[in-house]
């Protein structure tokens, strides 16, 4: 028997009995390629998740929403109810860089989905499931909507070469950053992330499901996830930096910080790595976020450790990082976590407050959800990246993001240029791809 009309079997037997609360019905499917199945599907939201470790391993996509939560307490709240019940559903989603921004208007300034239906890919195998929160009042409904979603289903389409040209328009212009740079530098801070939006006017729209595969194929050690809450707008990503891994009680996250380019060249580029390890102002940048993270994690956490720096090889750039280890206390939900963690230095500065209200002050854009997080929980296991390296697309119009930490020392021109290398991999996308 078919998967779907196996699912749809098993749903009408949901229907025609009283039972309420959530129940999760999978089946075993052929393999496809996920982003060309979001692709071609006609309901949303749609997401797509692939954690940084596990390329190979695992991804996930989503169609659909059965629950919809607006902030990471209610997110809290409502895996407490399924834990007491012994089921975890997986919720997907994340939040602004400020609280307060709610520019991203389909998202909102923070949004986690229950899926309807989800494909996993758990090494060569693939699991359809579907996502049932059942009371007394939306049995019926809900079931019926459930079912249209299964019914509306479509094969996968391929994922077409992606290629454009565009005008460019930057906020703030170089001008404004160097303005800006010069008034951080005047102030008490002790680090501070400025931040720049490149506008792209492309030439014709593009398949935001086209750019993100094609940008995936070439970002190595990245979170890949993708959140395209109406056909209006995506938001994209392979971003490098992991907020945190939490399983049960024991968390990993890392301090990243401070960067340099890569030639093409392994020997240049071990040259490249040395120098980014021997600059004074680059490890200094890198060991406020490392002190930041411990500070915020004493309160919950029973042990702390931090493991000395080493390099984060990208594409086209490398970075500091510092792996953390931690042991948390029972009262450390994944709420405390996202408030004490969020946002690290690595996107904001420090001291944390002062360096949020200068960035509200000074910088001439909103962040939506840019340098904001992104991720998924079902109470026992929770994953959340950075949202760095991302882009947003709304027809032929993509924003392209990218900060760059300013310590005293800091030269406006050296990180201008850091920003322009922090999106050179986004661009790169743009271009036709040649056979090798």
């Given at each position: 028997m078919l998967p779907?009309?196996?699912?749809?079997?098993?749903?009408?037997?949901?229907?025609?009995?009283?039972?309420?609360?959530?129940?999760?019905?999978d089946s075993e499917i052929e393999g496809l390629n996920l982003p060309g199945w979001l692709k071609a599907q006609s309901v949303y939201p749609k997401t797509y998740w692939q954690s940084r470790e596990s390329i190979q391993q695992a991804e996930y996509a989503t169609l659909g929403?059965?629950?919809?939560?607006?902030?990471?307490?209610?997110?809290?709240?409502?895996?407490?109810?399924f834990r007491d019940q012994n089921i975890r559903p997986r919720y997907i989603g994340g939040h602004a860089f400020d609280p307060d921004d709610d520019s991203w208007q389909e998202a909102g300034s923070c949004r986690f989905i229950l899926p309807a239906l989800e494909i996993c890919r758990q090494g060569n195998h693939y699991r359809l499931s579907v996502n049932c929160l059942l009371t007394g009042d939306n049995r019926k409904s809900q079931l019926q909507i459930i079912e249209s979603?299964?019914?509306?289903?479509?094969?996968?389409?391929?994922?077409?070469?992606?290629?454009?040209?565009?005008?460019?328009?930057?906020?703030?212009?170089?001008?404004?950053?160097?303005?800006?740079?010069?008034?951080?530098?005047?102030?008490?801070?002790?680090?501070?992330?400025?931040?720049?939006?490149?506008?792209?006017?492309l030439e014709q729209p593009i398949n935001g499901w086209d750019l993100f595969d094609k940008l995936c194929r070439h970002s190595e050690h990245s979170f890949h996830y993708a959140f395209e809450f109406t056909p209006d707008k995506m938001l994209l990503s392979c971003s490098p930096e992991r907020l945190y891994l939490r399983h049960g009680d024991k968390l990993k996250t890392e301090?990243?910080?401070?960067?340099?380019?890569?030639?093409?060249?392994?020997?240049?580029?071990?040259?490249?790595?040395?120098?980014?390890?021997?600059?004074?102002?680059?490890?200094?940048?890198?060991?406020?976020v490392a002190d930041d993270i411990e500070q915020q994690l004493a309160a919950i956490a029973d042990s702390i450790k931090i493991a000395p720096v080493e390099i984060l090889p990208l594409r086209l750039i490398q970075h500091l990082r510092r792996p953390i280890q931690a042991s948390l206390k029972p009262?450390?939900?994944?709420?405390?976590?996202?408030?004490?963690?969020?946002?690290?230095?690595?996107?904001?500065?420090t001291p944390r407050r002062q360096a949020r209200e200068f960035i509200r002050r000074h910088e001439p854009y909103r962040r939506g959800w840019y340098a904001g997080v992104c991720g998924f929980s079902d109470g026992e296991v929770a994953e959340f990246a950075v949202n760095i390296r991302c882009a947003t697309l709304?027809?032929?119009?993509?924003?392209?993001?990218?900060?760059?930490?300013?310590?005293?020392?800091?030269?406006?021109?050296?990180?201008?240029?850091?920003?322009?290398?922090?999106?050179?991999?986004?661009?790169l996308m743009l271009e036709p791809e040649h056979d090798s």
């Open positions: 779907i009309t196996q699912l749809k079997l098993r749903l009408d037997a949901l229907l025609q009995s009283n039972e309420t609360g959530y129940f999760r019905l929403a059965i629950d919809e939560l607006n902030s990471p307490q209610q997110l809290i709240s409502r895996l407490r109810a979603i299964l019914q509306s289903l479509v094969k996968e389409l391929p994922l077409a070469p992606v290629s454009s040209r565009y005008t460019r328009l930057d906020t703030p212009d170089q001008q404004q950053w160097r303005h800006q740079i010069q008034t951080f530098l005047k102030s008490d801070l002790n680090k501070v992330v400025l931040s720049r939006k490149s506008q792209l006017k301090a990243l910080a401070g960067s340099i380019g890569r030639s093409g060249s392994p020997q240049k580029d071990q040259m490249l790595a040395q120098q980014l390890l021997d600059d004074p102002k680059n490890i200094r940048e890198n060991q406020y009262e450390a939900d994944d709420a405390k976590l996202l408030a004490k963690l969020h946002p690290t230095p690595a996107v904001s500065g709304s027809g032929s119009e993509l924003n392209l993001y990218a900060g760059a930490g300013i310590v005293e020392g800091s030269d406006p021109d050296q990180e201008w240029q850091e920003l322009n290398h922090k999106i050179a991999n986004l661009l």
